[in-house]
């Protein structure tokens, strides 16, 4: 560890990966109440779990990825943060509104209060007085992060970053907005939840994935920074725009079904270019690096994320397509291998990455990693394909046949077991993750000449 102050990004790390455990154990939970709708039904109703398992993904990618800023921006800056004493100031911030959130949701307190009590928005449930301190906090970290680049050396790789976590939290604020029309409440819900996952995360992404492409390839960092800036404005070209493609049947205008279909397509774009750029810079550096788990994770991400944002997202962004497959197993799909790919993968790789560098250990427990890496890529991997099979059956049979919807369900029964399973793949590749991370491998202590026997 060169700088004192990344010490900082263990914490983080820490509390992003308790988060990720309760994210996909709620996540293994919810798909048990698919096949058994009646497991805890008065303790942790449906609505109230997923929320749990929505909310958790979300924060704990933030903590991530505020941990990979914290990690990354000393060395890129040449400097210490500026304040490591606001940097944990800010963890506390968003500890202390997590744990509000969850006694809210599943207490069911304050229903109703303006201030205290959940609101009804998918993603942003949250009560208002935890969306505002999320916005101090952010207001914290990016002063912290801003003050230290701009005191320090600029580089592609902390000016695409920065770009990314500032427009998260300008994003962040029409979260804010909840207007009475449905319609415009959705348009601008859609401004803060496709914006930051196809927008905004997409530059965070593309940058953390630039820093551990320099450090575990070697290949010289001008090569590295010019696949950044082309992966960044495909990222915002196919991005911005391709918003639309949520705005198909919400009482929009119908100009934004063409628009939403031409630039949705393109958004396969630079998840294609972030997967050739990191197997092409492997290929170049053709540098042994002795992380060899953090390495295996970073080509997963970019092959994950091509495939679940880009393949299976242009499968059904067509607005022909998606009148019939839109809300259906397909779109659970999409999202399942998308997030996991572009995002969860991001933040295991820096993980694996950054530990041994902040305890100062060799990397350990690779191939206990390595084997989470595929336990959890094949268990989302054969979920997204269940879901797929289950979705096309339920959109002939529901929205083409005109079925109605609860026994369309009952049809999908087989599937949604084979769901759990993969689920259960995903849970136990989590676990088995943070033990390799956390867990320090046994030495072997070779006998010395004082352990022989006298025979000997």
């Not at 609101?119 to 906090?137: D, H, N, S, T, Y």
């Not at 996991?340 to 690779?366: C, E, H, K, M």
């Not at 336990?375 to 979920?383: D, E, N, P, Q, T």
């Not at 949604?416 to 991370?437: D, E, H, K, P, S």
């Amino acid at each position: 560890m060169k700088y004192r102050t990344q010490r900082i990004a263990q914490a983080y790390f820490l509390t992003a990966m308790a988060l990720f455990l309760v994210q996909v154990t709620v996540g293994l939970l919810l798909g048990w109440i698919y096949v058994s709708p009646n497991t805890l039904s008065d303790i942790l109703p449906f609505n109230i779990a997923r929320m749990l398992h929505t909310n958790s993904l979300i924060v704990w990618l933030l903590t991530g990825f505020f941990g990979a800023a914290y990690f990354l921006i000393p060395e890129e800056s040449e400097r210490e943060i500026h304040s490591e004493k606001l940097a944990y100031i800010q963890l506390a911030i968003l500890i202390l509104g997590t744990a509000g959130v969850v006694v809210t949701y599943v207490f069911d307190l304050f229903n109703g209060n303006f201030l205290l009590g959940k609101e009804g928005r998918e993603f942003l449930e949250q009560p208002l007085w935890v969306k505002l301190g999320i916005v101090v906090a952010a207001l914290i970290f990016l002063y912290n992060v801003t003050m230290t680049v701009l005191a320090g050396r600029k580089t592609a790789i902390t000016n695409v970053l920065l770009i990314g976590l500032w427009g998260i939290a300008l994003l962040f604020l029409f979260a804010l907005y909840n207007p009475s029309n449905l319609s415009l409440d959705k348009m601008f819900w859609w401004y803060v939840v496709h914006l930051w996952v196809e927008g905004v995360w997409e530059l965070v992404m593309a940058a953390i994935l630039a820093y551990l492409m320099l450090k575990l390839t070697g290949v010289d960092r001008e090569i590295v920074e010019k696949w950044l800036y082309v992966i960044v404005a495909t990222a915002l070209f196919s991005g911005i725009l391709g918003t639309g493609h949520h705005y198909y049947w919400i009482g929009t205008p119908g100009y934004w079904q063409w628009i939403g279909s031409i630039f949705s397509t393109l958004e396969v774009i630079p998840f294609f270019l972030m997967m050739v750029f990191s197997f092409v810079m492997v290929w170049k550096g053709r540098r042994d690096h002795p992380n060899k788990a953090a390495l295996l994770w970073s080509l997963g991400t970019t092959t994950l994320a091509f495939f679940g944002a880009g393949v299976w997202g242009f499968m059904h962004t067509l607005h022909g397509v998606n009148f019939y497959t839109h809300g259906t197993q397909i779109t659970a799909a999409h999202g399942h291998l998308a997030f996991f790919g572009a995002y969860v993968s991001l933040n295991l790789a820096i993980f694996t990455y950054a530990f041994p560098i902040l305890w100062n250990r060799d990397p350990y427990n690779q191939v206990l990693n390595m084997s989470s890496f595929w336990l959890m890529s094949g268990g989302m991997a054969f979920m997204t394909f269940v879901l797929t099979f289950a979705g096309t059956i339920q959109t002939h049979l529901q929205r083409v046949m005109g079925e109605n919807y609860m026994d369309v369900q009952d049809q999908l029964q087989i599937f949604y077991i084979m769901r759990f399973g993969a689920g259960l793949a995903v849970v136990i590749g989590a676990i088995l993750f943070i033990y390799a991370i956390l867990v320090p491998r046994r030495e072997v202590i070779e006998p010395g000449p004082a352990a022989m026997t006298p025979a000997e």
